[in-house]
Structure formats: structure tokens, C-alpha cells
């Protein structure tokens, strides 16, 4: 120790700030240590994030954060099936047994998805077509058979003591009404199906169901029953004053090509009053704009259009359908018909629908081959006429 006692006092010191130096550089150590360990865990926890949200994008699986949807499996197959032709996803789809038919086979077609089919059958309906006021049954089979009594029973007054005779019996005729194939063919270009931003449902549907309905609506008026349906103005027409089942009956206008008011209301009395109170007027928009010029003798339109959005216009009370199918007005020509539709005219169908996907036929564009099987006939030759517009 020195005479100042300094040296003693520095040694005393120094080891102190040695050992707090040593913690201080070890805490350093492991704070760094512990940072890094962070780090290294936000950047794995960021690139696990990152992966999830890639694979949350992808077409074959549905958003993290997106509701349940039942029928995005059948929708995206399909979907994948009409862009690529992979039916891996449809052939693992379960459908209901009842779908299952002879319509769908491993190397036929698939069935179109229900939101497809329901918006095709919307199309179909609004449409001006007899379909939508015929009678239409869907059906499993290949024809539709409507049973019809157009005969009566017999009867007669009996004393009390005298014998009964025997009365007649009614007879009941079997109409058979077979379904045909009803086709589409459009097709679309391999690059257009590659953009994901192309509706390709929406596309076909809206081809389909515009071919579907033109088609449709011709062969029900005018369809001579050969790989068609028969329409109700193929049948033989005779004179309503000698009128037999299996023939359309037909009232006379008086004027060759022309119309008057007076034909108008001998045409709704020749129908029954059994099937005036379902009625309805057919004729195509050359035919309604005669008519609609006809009036009573008080001066007053025959004609009136419908007091409400979307109620249809009336013809001495009766609803009018505009169907373009119907013959122009022309000497002879059968231009108007009348009847209750529901009861003389029927349309039998199957409800599903094929769409068989074709990339080699027209390269390079695809062809998507739907077809859908129905089939129409008169049910009731006594709940439709006609008017001639002819003077016999």
C-alpha cells in the first residue's frame, strides 16, 4: 500500500467493474440471441401466411374466409370439364341415383350443373311458345301415354217395374306422345375458354336455350311428328260443322286473307263451353295487328291491351299469345287459333340435360354437343280451333 493508500483503493475497484463489464456483455450476448430467434420466427410465420394466401387463390380450393358452398364441387368439375376436358372431378362427384340414367354413361355426357339447368329452363319458359300454355310433364321414359275419354256413358229413365236396358259404354282412346332429341352444336375458341374471366356457364346457357327455344316453339305449331314433335297444326283440319275426333275443327272467316269481328266471335262460340274459361288466342304479330283494328258495332276495339305489367293482351276477354311460328295472314291460311291449350296440347320431356365437350372436331375451337329429349302432340282435338281465313 502506498502512502496515499491510492493504489490499494484502484485494486479494489477495478475487479468490480470487470465482473459488471462480463454481465453487461453477456446480457448483450443473449439479448442479441433472442432477437435473432424472434426475427427468425416472424419470418417463418410470414412465409407460412404468404403460402396459405397463394394457396387460398387457387381455382381448386375455395377461399379461407368464403361460406360453405355446397355446390361448388359440381360446378368447378364441370367447369374444369368444358375448359380442359378433365372429368376426373365429375366421375369423382356423387350424384343422386335418380341422375344416374342411361342419359349419363362413361363415355357419353355429363349432366349440366343445377345452376346451369335451372337458368336454360327459365329461358325456355319466358319465351313465346305454346309451352307456355300447354300442359308439360317431365317424364323418365322414352314416350308419354295421355288416355282420353271422349265418349259418354249411356243413359235412360227407368219405370218401377219395368226392365233396364242396357246402355253404352264409354270408350277410351290411347294417345302416345314419343320423345325426340332436341340438339345444340355452338362452339367457342380454346383461347377463349383459357381466360378466366369468361363466363363460360353463362355463355352456353344462353346459346343453348336460344337455340332450345326457336326450335321448340316451331315444331310445336308446326312439326310434322318426324324425329320432331308434332304440332297441333299438322293434324287434318275439317269444317267445325262436321267435325271428328282426330281432326282440328275450323270456322270460316268469310273473306279470303282477311278477318272480321263477326268471324273473331263465331271462332270462340265453336269452341265448348267446357274449354271457353281456360281459352286462350294464338296468331303471330302480322295477324294481331289486323285484328287488333277490328271493332263492334258500337265502334268499340275488340282488342284490349293488358291492365297490369306483364298481363297479356285480350281479345274479347280471352289473353292473346304472340307465337311467330303461326302462319301469316294469307288467303286460306289457318292464321288464328283458339282453344284451352292446357287441355289439347301436351309437351312430355325428360329433365336433364347432356353437354358432350368435343376440341377435336373443329380445331381450334371447341364444340360443346347439349341435347335434351322432348317430344309434344294434340291431347284433346276437341279443345282447339281454328280460324280459316277463306270463305269456306
Known amino acids: 500500500m502506498s502512502k496515499t493508500g491510492e493504489p490499494a483503493l484502484a485494486g479494489e475497484i477495478v475487479p468490480g467493474v470487470r465482473e459488471v463489464g462480463r454481465a453487461m456483455a453477456d446480457f448483450a450476448k443473449e439479448l442479441k440471441g433472442f432477437q435473432g430467434k424472434v426475427e427468425q420466427r416472424l419470418k417463418a410465420t410470414e412465409e407460412r401466411v404468404t403460402m396459405l394466401d397463394r394457396k387460398s387463390h387457387i381455382a381448386a380450393r375455395p377461399h379461407l374466409a368464403a361460406t360453405t358452398d355446397e355446390g361448388a364441387p359440381h360446378r368447378k368439375a364441370f367447369n374444369a370439364y368444358l375448359r380442359t376436358g378433365d372429368d376426373d372431378g365429375l366421375r369423382g362427384l356423387e350424384l343422386e341415383g335418380k341422375a344416374m340414367s342411361s342419359a349419363v354413361n362413361s363415355d357419353g355426357g355429363y349432366l ?28 323418365e321414359a322414352t314416350s308419354y301415354d295421355v288416355l ?16 233396364t236396358a242396357e246402355t253404352g259404354t264409354p270408350q277410351i282412346d290411347r294417345i302416345t306422345i314419343p320423345l325426340h332429341e332436341l340438339s345444340a352444336l ?4 380454346q383461347r377463349l375458354l383459357d381466360d378466366s374471366a369468361f363466363d363460360i356457364e353463362g355463355w352456353l346457357a344462353a346459346r343453348i336455350a336460344d337455340k332450345f327455344a326457336r326450335a321448340e ?44 269481328g263477326d268471324a273473331i266471335v263465331d271462332l270462340v262460340y265453336a269452341l265448348g263451353a267446357e274449354y271457353r274459361a281456360n281459352a286462350s288466342f294464338v296468331m303471330n304479330s302480322k295477324m294481331a295487328g289486323q285484328v287488333r283494328k277490328l271493332k263492334d258495332a258500337d265502334g268499340r ?19 292473346v299469345l304472340i307465337a ?11 292464321a288464328i287459333a283458339f282453344g284451352d291449350f292446357a287441355a289439347g296440347y301436351t309437351i312430355a320431356e325428360r329433365p336433364d340435360l347432356r353437354v358432350l365437350r368435343d376440341p377435336f372436331s373443329a380445331k381450334p375451337h371447341v364444340l360443346f354437343y347439349a341435347t335434351k329429349r322432348v317430344g309434344g302432340d294434340v291431347s284433346d282435338f276437341a279443345a282447339i280451333k281454328l280460324l280459316k281465313l277463306g270463305i269456306a
Open 324 to 334: 311467330e311460328d303461326m302462319p301469316d295472314p294469307a288467303t286460306d291460311a289457318f
Open 301 to 319: 276495339f275488340l282488342w284490349s291491351d293488358g291492365l297490369a305489367a306483364g298481363e297479356p293482351a285480350r281479345l274479347m276477354g280471352y289473353p
Open 217 to 260: 316453339a316451331a315444331a310445336f305449331v308446326n312439326g310434322d311428328g318426324i324425329d320432331k314433335p308434332k304440332g297441333f297444326l299438322s293434324h287434318p283440319t275439317v269444317d267445325n260443322d262436321v267435325w271428328a275426333w282426330g281432326n282440328i275443327g275450323y270456322v270460316p272467316s268469310g273473306t279470303a286473307g282477311a278477318v272480321d
Open 186 to 189: 355452338p362452339k367457342v375458341s
Open 148 to 163: 282420353i275419354d271422349h265418349s259418354d256413358v249411356g243413359a235412360g229413365w227407368a219405370s218401377e217395374t219395368g226392365a
Open 112 to 139: 349440366v350443373d343445377p345452376q346451369t339447368a335451372e337458368s336454360i329452363r327459365s329461358v325456355l319458359q319466358a319465351t313465346a311458345s305454346i309451352r307456355s300454355i300447354a300442359s308439360v310433364v317431365n317424364v
